[in-house]
T-cell receptor, first 115, second 113 residues
Framework: DADVTQTPRNRITKTGKRIMLECSQT?????MYWYRQDPGLGLRLIYY???????NKGEISDGYSVSRQAQAKFSLSLESAIPNQTALYFC??????????????FGPGTRLTVL | RKEVEQDPGPFNVPEGATVAFNCTYS??????FFWYRQDCRKEPKLLMS???SGNEDGRFTAQLNRASQYISLLIRDSKLSDSATYLC??????????????FGTGTQLKVEL
């Protein structure tokens, strides 16, 4: 079974709809992240969380919100989806205790299309 | 200027060839460096960390030049299965003990028969 899972894997929605993307991990990591990937722009950080009580904005947080329901779960919400939020979304986890490299492990991604 | 810059490619090489990718970064406070591999429509996966003294993992060699702020990846004896996009990743420490990973846009490699 995958260590980091994301649901749904694909979603098509309409402008103005509320969307929630979910991420779960069985790695026991404290740190979780949400990224989006767009062609030609690379991966960009939306939000990150170092533990259940910690939430931080990334470089492109406008239009998004997150919830860290438990150590293993980190959800990303689009309160009112717009077409330029069409992208591939990745959740990632890391375990700082493993050392300074803080390697990130990614989920399989959610392909979101906003019409 | 982008924080991490890579040539997008594609690099089309025959099987068995040696190919090298470079990456430059702009933040001199960058502390650690990585190459990730991403297959089409899949998640990025760590290929290797990059150490100041240079490091090798099988057919892959990574080098770091802090003075010039660039990182390289050399792939020897290319295999068809090496076809993928290679992401250069730079890690900067941030306040609170955490870190920020900045990703390059990736270099696409296509290995052909």
């Amino acid at each position: 079974d995958a260590d980091v899972t994301q649901t749904p894997r694909n979603r098509i929605t309409k402008t103005g709809k509320r969307i929630m993307l979910e991420c779960s991990q069985t790695k026991g990591h404290d740190r979780m992240y949400w990224y989006r990937q767009d062609p030609g722009l690379g991966l960009r950080l939306i939000y990150y969380s170092f533990d259940v009580k910690d939430i931080n904005k990334g470089e492109i947080s406008d239009g998004y919100s997150v919830s860290r329901q438990a150590q293993a779960k980190f959800s990303l919400s689009l309160e009112s989806a717009i077409p330029n939020q069409t992208a591939l979304y990745f959740c990632a986890t890391s375990d700082f205790r493993q050392g300074s490299t803080d390697t990130q492990y990614f989920g399989p991604g959610t392909r979101l299309t906003v019409l | 200027r982008k924080e991490v810059e890579q040539d997008p490619g594609p690099f089309n090489v025959p099987e068995g060839a040696t190919v090298a990718f470079n990456c430059t970064y702009s933040n001199s406070a960058s502390q650690s460096f990585f190459w990730y591999r991403q297959d089409c429509r899949k998640e990025p996966k760590l290929l290797m960390s990059v150490y100041s003294s240079g490091n090798e993992d099988g057919r892959f060699t990574a080098q770091l030049n802090r003075a010039s702020q660039y990182i390289s990846l050399l792939i020897r004896d290319s295999k068809l299965s090496d076809s993928a996009t290679y992401l250069c990743v730079v890690n900067i420490r941030i306040t609170g003990g955490g870190n920020k990973l900045t990703f390059g846009t990736g270099t696409q490699l296509k290995v052909e028969l």
